[in-house]
C-alpha cells in the first residue's frame, strides 16, 4: 500500500533556530500535501495544503512567514518552521495524496514529528 | 463551512463487547466523504472505514460498522468483539470532493478494558 515517510519523527530544538521537517511518498506521487498540527489529546489541526509545483494555500491564523511549505517534486514535501519558539512545541503531522486516487480515496499520513523546542 | 462534531471525550467497553461511537456533521454539500479513523499511542493515523454520501449502504469492515444517516448528518462507528488493540483515540472526518483537505472533529478515546 501507499506509504509516506516522514522525519524526524522526533527533533529537539533551541529557541530561535528553524527545524525542517520531510514528508516522503515512497511509492505513489503525492500531488497534495496537507500539513496538520497536533496537540496532546486534541485533534488534527490543518495548518496548509500545498499542490506540487505551486504555493502552498494556509488556513486562517497559520503564520506562512513562520512555516515554511515546499513541494516542489511529486515525492518530497517539506515544512520549515522557522525561529522556533516553545510556543511551536507540537505534533506535526503529514498526509499525501494522490489526485489520481477517486475522490475520497488516497490520504497517506506520515508517522509524526514531536517538535519541542527549549 | 464543514464541521464534525464529537461530542463524547471519553468512553471505556469491556473486551469483546460491543461500542458505539458518535459523530455528526454538518454540511450543505451533497456529494462528500467521511471516515473514521484511529489513532493508537503510536500517534499513526489508521483508517479504519469510509462512506461515501451517494451510497446507502452502511460500511462495513470486519469487526468495524458505521450507521450512517444522512438526513440526520449523523456518522456513528460500531465496534464488535472489541479488543485490547482497539484501545487508542478515534477520529470522525469528513472530506468534500476530489483532493479535499479533511476536517476532523475532535476525537474520541476509547478504552478497552481487559
Known amino acids: 500500500g501507499a506509504v509516506v515517510s516522514q522525519h524526524p519523527s522526533w527533533v529537539i530544538c533551541k529557541s530561535g533556530t528553524s527545524v525542517k521537517i520531510e514528508c516522503r511518498s515512497l511509492?505513489?506521487?503525492?500531488?497534495?500535501m496537507f500539513w496538520y498540527r497536533q496537540f496532546p489529546k486534541q485533534s488534527l489541526m490543518l495548518m496548509a495544503t500545498?499542490?506540487?509545483?505551486?504555493?502552498?494555500?494556509?488556513e486562517q491564523g497559520v503564520e506562512k512567514d513562520k512555516f515554511l511549505i515546499n513541494h516542489a517534486s511529486l515525492t518530497l514535501s517539506t515544512l520549515t518552521v522557522t525561529s522556533a519558539h516553545p510556543e511551536d512545541s507540537s505534533f506535526y503531522i503529514c498526509?499525501?495524496?494522490?489526485?489520481?486516487?477517486?475522490?475520497?480515496?488516497?490520504?497517506?499520513f506520515g508517522s509524526g514529528t514531536r517538535l519541542t523546542v527549549v | 463551512a464543514q464541521t464534525v462534531t464529537q461530542s463524547q471525550p471519553e468512553m471505556s467497553v469491556q473486551e469483546a463487547e460491543t461500542v458505539t461511537l458518535s459523530c455528526t456533521y454538518d454540511?450543505?454539500?451533497?456529494?462528500?466523504?467521511l471516515f473514521w479513523y484511529k489513532q493508537p499511542p503510536s500517534r499513526q493515523m489508521i483508517l479504519v472505514i469510509r462512506?461515501?454520501?451517494?451510497?446507502?449502504q452502511n460500511a462495513t469492515e470486519n469487526r468495524f460498522s458505521v450507521n450512517f444517516q444522512k438526513a440526520a448528518k449523523s456518522f456513528s462507528l460500531k465496534i464488535s468483539d472489541s479488543q485490547l488493540g482497539d484501545t487508542a483515540m478515534y477520529f470522525c472526518?469528513?472530506?468534500?470532493?476530489?483532493?479535499?483537505?479533511?476536517?476532523f472533529g475532535k476525537g474520541i478515546t476509547l478504552s478497552v478494558r481487559p
Open positions: 498526509s499525501a495524496r494522490n489526485a489520481v486516487m477517486s475522490p475520497g480515496y488516497g490520504y497517506t
Open positions: 511509492d505513489f506521487q503525492a500531488t497534495t
Open positions: 500545498s499542490n506540487e509545483g505551486s504555493k502552498a494555500t494556509y
Open positions: 454540511t450543505s454539500e451533497n456529494n462528500y466523504y
Open positions: 462512506q461515501e454520501a451517494y451510497k446507502q
Open positions: 472526518a469528513f472530506a468534500v470532493g476530489a483532493n479535499s483537505k479533511l476536517t
